[in-house]
């Protein structure tokens, strides 16, 4: 599989959520409404001659909301649905906002290809 299509996968089943949340790949965090949810592939995974991936993929997902228990019922959600396609949910964690204006769940899924 090409990265190309990998993260065109990961998107589809982010932007397929029942909630219809704003999905943002490597935001500069400015967001229009919330919650939103960011997320980005790390580079462990390797290609062959014909850019094939292969390897292990990490991602990181971020999801941003105005109320913490929104977190973890949007990452129920992103677990379901990443699942669907290979995923699996790795890490969770709260991300400390001194303000508590916006709350932040980070988590990693990984796959092996």
């Not at 998107?11 to 997320?39: C, E, H, K, R, W």
């Not at 592939?41 to 990181?60: A, F, P, Q, R």
């Not at 129920?76 to 709350?103: C, F, H, M, R, W």
Request: hydrophobic share 35%.
């Amino acid at each position: 599989m090409l990265i190309t299509d990998i993260k065109s996968q990961i998107y589809d089943a982010l932007n397929d959520l029942s909630g219809n949340y704003p999905v943002l790949q490597a935001s500069d965090n400015v967001f229009a409404s919330f919650p939103s949810i960011t997320y980005f592939i790390e580079n462990s995974y390797k290609t062959d001659h014909d850019n094939e991936v292969y390897g292990k993929i990490n991602l990181v997902i971020d999801i941003w909301t105005e109320k913490s228990t929104d977190c973890y019922s949007i990452l129920q959600e992103i677990g379901t649905a990443l699942g669907n396609i290979g995923y699996q949910l790795s890490s969770s964690t709260d991300v400390p906002n001194e303000d508590k204006t916006i709350y932040h769940l980070n988590s990693q899924f990984t796959t092996i290809l």
